[in-house]
Each structure stands twice: as structure tokens, then as C-alpha cells.
């Protein structure tokens, strides 16, 4: 490391503004730091000083989804043989690099893409590169289907980067998840390549023959397309939804992996443990009340059962948590994770059109986040004022 250090110091000079790279200037900080802690201090007025700086925080991000990506390679794997009627023939590490040589793709175009357009963006108004898109890079592809073309991912990101963040003014100033605008993009934009049977498996749309018997629809799909009073037969036991074995995004399936994650989050202070909770409890509460009033097979579907499916514990974990698209005040932060836990499996139950919901509950209460954290805010100053009255009286 002291190697690289010399290095970079001596490459420094050349990049400063004025200079022969100075236009290079933003490109060569983002490196800099992301290999070192800027040595950079705060000489007057009110700081935050503290051994962690933006960058550090968005690395424990990322490290928190590495399980998630990790399960998700050899899922990608996994299902692919099995569609061939191959899997038992393959080695755990077949599986895998299968996997890892499919998923790898999409996770380069989405940092490529993205990082090129923050840098460009960082250079135009004279800032340093962001660190937001560490993390936001790493999602995009996480909640992508694996068969998802290259160029939509570079599209979808480009479109995250630009409408989702920078016309906003930057990483920091947006007011939605970059990582859900790309999904909404590409869901609204390109439907048959993020929905059906057909997406969720390596290769299967251009597979003419498949195992017999085989099926790569999610469970939520089955559920949504039943016919009125027949209730899907589900090939998948609470065992494997819970482990991950199931079809569906890259590293949306395994609620295993995404809790290790979320207790990685929880255990540094990075994730808001009241976001997470209060968007499963949410979530568990409408499933216990569409259980009340059973219409259909999927409103008839266990409660906890919607937490295991789809992108329900993904969203709560990875996405509801985003410091800045969510809630700031601390009870806002409960009420702003109970309502899209609720408006999650209410949408993903009532709207057959679209059968997963988290992605658009989180949406919508980006939107709303600022509004709660005004009423919250509000609220305190009433209670406040009241106790001063009764004090004075």
C-alpha cells in the first residue's frame, strides 16, 4: 500500500486543476479515495469529524449485499442446469462460475455506464466525484433478471443516473431510490424482459428443449395468474423460498443472505433498524388482514409467506433503508417503513397486473418522505410548545 501511495502522490500534481490532466481531476479523486482516506481536514467552523468518511460507509453497503450476490451467482447456475435437466451432473463450482460469468457482465456495463456519467457530471460542475453510486452500481444489478440484455442495463442506469439523480442536483439531493428509478424504467419501458416465465432463468427463452416439468415462473406469478378459485400448486417448500431456491432476480431470492446483510447493516449503524422492521411488520399486518377477507388464492397465501417472496426482504433491507431518498426524524422513520410494508403486499395482492408491489411502495413513499418528516417535525414543535405553557402556567 505504501507503494501505491507513492504512486499516486506523484501522480497527483498532474491532475491538479490548471494542470496537464487538470480536466481528469474528479476521475483521479474518485480513485484516490476509494484506496485511501482523504487526507483532507476541516480547520473552522462545525464538522463532523469521525474515523469513517462517505466512501467507507457505501463499501459496508456494499460488503452487506456480497451474500446476496453470491447466493444469486449460483442460483443463476442452478436453475439453468436444472432447466437442461443437467444439474446433477455439475459440481457445486460448475454451478457457480456459471453463474459468476453471467452475472459479472451486467455489474461491469452498470458501474461503467454510471461512473462515467458521475465523472463527466463531478468535472462539468467543478465537484468531486460521488460516493452514492458505489452502492446504487451494486443494486441495479441485484435486482435485474438474469437474462436482462446489456444495453437496457446500460439505458436503465444512464436514465437512473441522470432523471434519478443529477437533475436533482446530485447524489444526495434525489428524492427516489436511483436503483428502483432504473427497475421502474425498464419495467415500464421493456415489460417482456422483466416479467414472465422465461426471464428469471439463464438461457430458457432460447432453450428448445427443457426438463421435464420444469418451470421458471416466480410463485408470485403463479399466484397472480391463477383462474378464479383454483389455487396454483407450488413447487417450492418454506425451506427453499427462505434459502433462495426459487426463481427471480439476481439477488432478490435468498431472504437468508439478505438478512445476513441486514444484520451487517444493523451491527455497524450504517441500516436503519426501524425502517427494517417496521416495513416487515407492516407487510405482516396486511397479509394477516387480506387472510381475513379471501377473495382469491393469492390474498389466501400466509402472511409471513410474502416476506420470504419476490423483492419484499431485498426493498426492506437494501432499499427503504437509503439515508437519502428516506425519512429523517426517527418516528417518521417507523411510519415511513409501516406504510410500505403495507402498501407493498397490497399492491402485490390486488393489482394482478403486476404481482411483486415493493418496488412501487418504496417509490411512492420516497415521495411522501419529506411530508412525514414535516408532520413528525411539526408534531414535536406542538408537543413542545404545550409543555412550555404548562410550565409557565
Known amino acids: 500500500m505504501k507503494g501505491l501511495r507513492k504512486l499516486l502522490d506523484s501522480a497527483k500534481p498532474n491532475f491538479e486543476k490548471g494542470a496537464k490532466f487538470g480536466k481528469l481531476h474528479s476521475l483521479f479523486d474518485a480513485l484516490e479515495t476509494l ?14 469529524r469521525d474515523a469513517i468518511d462517505m466512501k467507507r460507509t457505501m463499501i459496508v453497503v456494499v460488503l452487506a449485499m456480497v451474500p446476496a450476490l453470491l447466493f444469486g451467482m449460483w442460483n443463476v447456475g442452478h436453475f439453468h442446469f436444472q432447466a437442461l435437466g443437467q444439474l446433477d451432473q455439475k459440481t ?5 462460475w456459471f453463474g459468476f460469468l453471467k452475472v459479472l457482465p451486467i455489474i461491469l456495463v452498470s458501474y461503467v455506464t454510471g461512473l462515467t456519467i458521475e465523472i463527466i457530471f463531478a468535472q462539468i460542475r467543478n465537484h468531486d466525484v460521488p460516493e452514492g453510486f458505489f452502492v446504487t452500481g451494486f443494486l441495479i444489478p441485484l435486482i435485474m433478471p438474469v437474462d436482462v440484455p446489456l444495453w437496457m442495463v446500460a439505458i436503465a442506469t444512464a436514465f437512473a443516473v441522470i432523471i434519478g439523480v ?3 442536483g446530485g447524489a444526495g439531493m434525489n428524492i427516489l431510490n436511483p436503483a428502483l428509478t432504473a427497475r421502474a424504467f425498464l419495467f415500464f419501458s421493456y415489460p417482456s424482459w422483466m416479467s414472465g416465465d422465461k426471464v428469471w432463468v439463464s438461457g430458457l427463452s432460447e432453450m428448445d428443449k427443457v ?8 410463485i408470485m406469478g403463479m399466484y397472480a395468474q391463477a383462474p378464479a378459485g383454483v389455487t396454483p400448486s407450488i413447487p417450492y417448500s418454506p425451506l427453499e423460498m427462505f434459502l433462495g431456491t426459487i426463481p427471480g432476480s439476481i439477488g432478490e431470492t435468498s431472504t437468508l443472505a439478505i438478512l445476513i446483510g441486514a444484520a451487517i447493516l444493523i451491527w455497524t449503524g450504517i441500516g436503519s433498524w426501524k425502517i427494517i422492521v417496521s416495513v ?3 407487510g405482516l399486518l396486511m397479509g394477516y388482514i387480506l387472510n381475513l377477507f379471501a377473495v382469491n388464492p393469492y390474498m389466501q397465501v400466509d402472511a409471513w409467506e410474502h416476506l420470504l417472496l419476490g423483492g419484499f426482504a431485498f426493498g426492506a ?8 431518498s428516506a425519512t429523517q426524524t426517527e418516528r417518521g422513520k417507523w411510519i415511513y417503513g409501516f406504510l410500505i410494508g403495507l402498501l407493498a403486499i397490497l399492491i402485490r395482492v390486488l393489482n394482478p397486473a403486476y404481482p411483486e408491489g415493493v418496488m412501487l411502495a418504496i417509490l411512492l413513499m420516497n415521495v411522501f418522505a419529506p411530508l412525514i418528516d414535516h408532520y413528525v417535525v411539526e408534531a414535536n414543535i ?12
Open 35 to 48: 484506496a485511501f482516506v482523504p487526507n483532507r481536514v476541516t480547520k473552522s467552523g462545525a464538522h463532523i
Open 92 to 96: 457445486f463450482w460448475e454451478i457457480f
Open 166 to 168: 443529477e437533475v436533482f
Open 211 to 218: 426438463a421435464d416439468g420444469f418451470t421458471g415462473e416466480t
Open 280 to 282: 416487515f411488520g407492516g
Open 317 to 324: 433491507v437494501f432499499m427503504a433503508t437509503d439515508p437519502v
Open 382 to 393: 406542538k408537543k413542545r410548545k404545550k409543555r412550555l405553557q404548562a410550565s409557565n402556567s
